[in-house]
């Protein structure tokens, strides 16, 4: 489909200035810091002599100027070389590419479970605007998405995994437990549950709140009557014509949230004890590794970049009258 | 519209919960005065079981309560802050893009979408990571993940404006442009981006303690977040000091978003 194609080219080239504005910035800023993970690293040692440090410095590429460094960190960015983790001693972009999978399957799940329910029930509350229904889903939703996630993450923990012991307290599946296939994606979905609930419910909040608001608008628009006046069936409308209609606010607010939610991971993240990406981000800032949260930082940008890539398509086929 | 604002039960409920904590937060030094981190009675006393401690104490003595004052004032101070920098500094930016058009707005508006595909959370993080955490840090971190709605706002606002026979007025009688920018046209700008205020201010209060949760707040400074991350050492045996700080929390939230809500509906009702 040539429309497509189109559409993604102009994107991705729009793109490039702005991934080019996040290398420049993330740099200055994680260089303005006084000490790096080489100074971390000795200090977690017990210290070493300047010999030492300047050693360490040009074997991992950290010495110099701020501008030779610059080139040499974009230099390896066009070869897709992250640089060096002193704290994990190895390289960014593996420590990355371990961690990511968790960090995805954590993020993909609490989306298609708050996105689903949350316009399942938008659309129940959107019904009657006003009515019993809408106002008791309307109440529930402000609280939760008042919520903040690592707390509704703890709560959830103390009374699922600390005093029902329904689900364990951390980690993303049982160590060594040589599960293979099936048992094993049952082994993480159950690990996983509290987490992607606590990430999750503030986020179905959110799009129930606006598939609510689409629904209302939509009911009373003139197709909407003129559906009912063919005679066409309560559900058919509902499902058919208004909720299609209200569901591309939602699908906007999705792509708006992509980032949002990355931010939210790193707390779950750490409630939870999953080795994630968010994780990840928390120990390069507490072991000084610049190279490592630059590389999180700039993953993470292209994980929004090409989530909204998706959203923009998935919006063509929901609304053809939008032109690439 | 302030009766209007009145009117709706669901508005003066946010509107009494609000003050209540904006009273806690200025009465804090009143009530409890001292250190609320300074150590005053037994360890670990259970809520509702001491009058002196009516929430009870953590594990090294501290009064929860005092602690659920003093936070507030930080909670709210923060909030209030970001939001104010964020939405001060969008709307310069926003305005001057907006106005100046042409490649000023290019590249304004492209350093706004740079802001926006990084995780705001990931950028405070590394922002209070580099300048080492102080009060002043966090709220310029927190401005700076969320300095872009308004700007865009503005931005639009100003495009739309920018075109008014007022402007044109001012133009001919030899204004200088910035002069048109930011004081004719920006006021007119404020009100949708004030509307923007409440979510600004709500997210700021939960990335705020987001960051203290993850030790990255102000140690110097009790905050709701950080008493959740020491009660969590104690989750099996006393969960209420985890519980109790983020019931706080969620309260002042709430309360943002009733009052954000009903104001909305009270200027949307004005406006017909």
């Known amino acids: 489909m040539p429309r497509v194609l189109r559409l993604l080219r102009r994107r991705l080239l729009a793109s490039i200035p702005v991934l080019l504005i996040v290398v420049l910035g993330t740099f200055l800023l994680l260089n303005a810091a006084g000490g790096d993970a080489v100074d971390a690293y000795l200090s977690s040692i017990g210290g070493g002599s300047a010999e030492l440090a300047q050693e360490l410095r040009q074997r991992y590429g950290i010495e110099g100027g701020a501008v030779a460094r610059f080139l040499i960190y974009a230099s390896g960015l066009l070869q897709a070389d992250l640089g060096w983790s002193v704290a994990l001693n190895r390289p960014v972009l593996t420590a990355i590419a371990e961690r990511l999978p968790n960090t995805l399957w954590l993020m993909g799940a609490a989306t298609a479970l708050s996105f689903t329910l949350g316009s399942a029930l938008g659309v129940i509350a959107g019904r009657r605007p006003g009515g019993l229904c809408d106002r008791l889903l309307s109440g529930v939703s402000l609280a939760l998405y008042s919520v903040p996630g690592f707390w509704l993450g703890l709560v959830l923990s103390i009374l699922f995994a600390v005093r029902l012991r329904w689900f364990p307290v951390s980690g993303v599946e049982t160590i060594a437990s040589g599960k293979e296939g099936l048992a094993r994606a049952l082994d993480i979905a159950w690990h996983l549950t509290l987490p992607v609930t606590a990430l999750g419910v503030i986020y179905l909040a959110l799009f129930l709140r606006v598939m609510r608001a689409g629904m209302a608008e939509a009911w009373r628009q003139d197709w909407a009557l003129g559906a009912r006046a063919r005679g066409l069936s309560e559900w058919r409308i509902t499902l058919n014509h208004v909720a299609r209609n209200a569901l591309l606010p939602v699908v906007t607010m999705l792509g708006y949230q992509i980032a949002g939610m990355v931010g939210g991971s790193v707390v779950i993240e750490s409630v939870f004890g999953i080795p994630g990406f968010g994780r990840l981000a928390q120990e390069a800032v507490s072991a000084r590794d610049a190279p490592l949260l630059m590389g999180v930082i700039l993953v993470s940008a292209l994980v929004v970049i090409v989530t909204n890539l998706a959203v923009d398509l998935l919006y063509g086929v929901l609304d053809p009258r939008v032109e690439a | ?272």
């Open chain 2, 1 to 272: 519209m302030l009766r209007r604002f009145l009117q709706r039960p669901e508005g003066v409920a946010g509107l009494v919960l609000l003050a209540a904590l904006v009273l806690a937060a200025l009465a804090a030094p009143l009530l409890f005065p001292g250190d609320p981190k300074a150590i005053t009675g037994a360890p670990m006393i259970p809520p509702f079981s001491d009058a002196a401690f009516p929430l009870g104490t953590d594990r090294l003595g501290r009064d929860l309560l005092a602690g659920l004052f003093h936070g507030a004032r930080t909670s709210l101070l923060v909030g209030g802050a970001a939001a104010l920098v964020a939405i001060t500094g969008g709307m310069l930016v926003g305005t001057a893009a907006g106005f100046a058009g042409g490649l000023i707005d290019e590249a304004l508006m492209r350093v706004v979408d740079a802001f926006q595909i990084v995780p705001g959370f990931l950028l405070a993080l590394a922002f209070v990571s580099v300048t080492g955490p102080t009060l002043t840090a966090v709220v310029i971190a927190i401005a700076l993940a969320a300095w872009t709605a308004p700007a865009r706002l503005a931005r639009a606002e100003v495009l739309r404006l920018r075109r008014a026979e007022f402007v044109a007025a001012a133009r001919t009688m030899g204004e200088h442009p910035w002069r048109i920018a930011f004081r004719d046209i920006l006021p007119l700008a404020l009100p949708p981006v004030l509307a923007l205020a409440a979510v600004i201010v709500a997210n700021a209060v939960l990335t705020e303690s987001a960051l203290s949760f993850l030790g990255l707040g102000d140690p110097n400074a009790v905050t709701w977040g950080g008493m959740i991350a020491e009660g969590r050492n104690q989750i099996r045996s006393a969960a209420y000091l985890s519980v109790i700080p983020g019931l706080a929390l969620v309260t002042t939230v709430i309360s943002i978003y009733l009052c954000a809500d009903a104001l909305a509906e009270a200027m949307s009702g004005s406006r017909r």
